[in-house]
């Protein structure tokens, strides 16, 4: 069943340009993956029934915590809905051999318009498998918003 984490963070940007940052491939590859990892999107398919592929490397290969490998996840990602500019949902499976990590995990991103230009992000993810440590989690949601705060707000600041 897993359990339900969820982090939220308020962005300098409207709901139309983040919305649009959930949806466009070198965006989720600049944003998405959390502090001490890079991304590479290896499928794109952005559309209701459609999804994509991401490999997620960690950057310092010694800590060796990866799911897929000691240095990889590999997650795949189907976009469940798409309801601009207010929310997306993803399901998300891991490919890992460790049960602990099997399953489908739901993401929710929610955007609420928060005044004049501005967007309340709310990603909520269920269905956490239970070999995802809660506070690694917490700090890579933390992380993966700061990330897209920065991304839209500078893409807003240069257009």
Partial sequence: MGRTDRADREIA???ATVYG???DREALEAWLPPGGMRGRIDRWDPRPGGGFRMTLTYLDPAAGRGKTSATEDVVDVGFAELVPPVRVVQRAVFEADDPAYAGTMTMTWQLAAAGAD???VTVTATGVPPG???AAHEA???SS???LASYVEDVGRHG
């Fill in 13 to 15: 940007a409207p709901r």
């Fill in 21 to 23: 940052a959930l949806l």
């Fill in 145 to 147: 918003l700061a990330n």
């Fill in 140 to 142: 890579g949601l933390a």
């Fill in 118 to 120: 501005r967007t309340e």
């Fill in 132 to 134: 995802v440590d809660p």
